[in-house]
C-alpha cells in the first residue's frame, strides 16, 4: 500500500526499495516509472542463522545508493543504516508490557514472549533515529518503554490504502467482491479485521454475546475458517466470518 502511494505522489524523488520475496509477489514492478528501482531481499535480518550475510549485503546497496533518507515501515530493522533512518513501529507486546495479554499465552510462550520482546525492544532502539507510530498514546508509552526522547518520534494515523476507493471491487463480478448477508432492519453489525492474534482477544466475543441477546448484533470477522471453529459454535448467527482479506 506505501510504496503504491508512493507511485501516486507527483515529484522528482528517486525510490529504491527493498522487496521481502513475499512482498515482491505484491508488486507488479511494470507499473512504476523510472524513479522507482526494487531489490529483492532473499532473507530477514531478524534470523541469526541469515544475518550477517543480509547486512552486508543491505549495508553495499546503502554505500551504492547513498541515500538522503532510510525509511522503514515497521521495525525493528536488525539494520543499522549509516543514513538518517525513520522507522515505523507497531508492535503492542512491546508498548503494553502489563497487558493481560500476556496472561492469556501459556506459561513457557509468555515466557518465550517476555525474551523476544527485550530483544527487539534493544534493536528498535538502536536501529533509528526517529519513529513513526498511528496513535499519541503509541507515542507516549514507545518514549516511557525505550527512553527515547519524545521529539524523536511522529504520529502519523494509520488509514486504509486508497485501492479501496477503486469502485471495481464492489462491482459483483469481480474476483475479490464480498458479498454480504442482506442486512436485517434492526441488526447492528460490528467489523473487526483482524488475525486471530492472542492479543486481539477475539475469543471474548463468546462472553459478549449472551450480554446482548436482547439485540440483533451481528460480528464480522476476517479469521481462517480453522481459526473460527476454534473459536466459536459452528451454528452462532450472530457471527459472520469473511475469511482473511
Not at 550477517?52 to 536488525?78: A, H, M, Q, R
Amino acid at each position: 500500500s506505501f510504496i503504491n502511494e508512493l507511485k501516486n505522489i507527483d515529484s522528482k524523488n528517486e525510490y529504491h526499495i527493498f522487496l521481502s520475496k513475499a512482498t515482491e509477489k505484491q508488486i507488479s514492478q511494470h507499473e512504476y516509472d523510472e524513479r522507482f528501482n526494487f531489490y529483492i531481499i532473499e532473507n530477514s535480518p531478524a534470523k541469526l542463522k541469515t544475518r550477517s550475510t543480509i547486512l552486508k549485503k543491505l549495508d553495499y546497496l546503502e554505500s551504492k545508493i547513498n541515500p538522503d533518507i532510510v525509511l522503514s515501515v515497521f521495525g525493528p530493522t536488525y539494520w543499522t543504516p549509516k543514513s538518517k533512518h525513520i522507522m515505523g513501529f507497531a508492535v503492542p507486546w512491546v508498548l503494553e508490557q502489563d497487558s493481560i495479554a500476556y496472561n492469556e499465552l501459556k506459561p513457557l510462550k509468555r515466557f518465550k514472549m517476555k525474551l523476544w520482546v527485550k530483544y527487539i525492544s534493544y534493536y528498535t532502539k538502536i536501529n533509528a533515529n526517529n519513529y513513526i507510530i498511528e496513535t499519541s498514546d503509541g507515542k507516549e508509552k514507545l518514549a516511557k518503554v525505550l527512553n527515547i526522547n519524545l521529539k524523536n518520534i511522529y504520529v502519523v494515523s494509520n488509514t486504509y490504502s486508497s485501492v479501496f476507493n477503486d469502485s471495481k471491487y464492489i462491482e459483483p463480478q469481480h474476483s475479490k467482491y464480498i458479498k454480504l448477508p442482506e442486512k436485517e432492519k434492526d441488526e447492528f453489525r460490528l467489523l473487526l479485521i483482524s488475525h486471530n492474534h492472542p492479543n486481539k482477544n477475539l475469543k471474548i466475543i463468546n462472553k459478549l454475546l449472551p450480554l446482548l441477546k436482547m439485540h440483533n448484533v451481528k460480528f464480522v470477522l476476517t479469521i481462517t475458517q480453522n481459526d473460527y471453529e476454534l473459536l466459536f459454535d459452528k451454528e452462532n448467527k450472530n457471527i459472520i466470518n469473511l475469511g482473511p482479506v
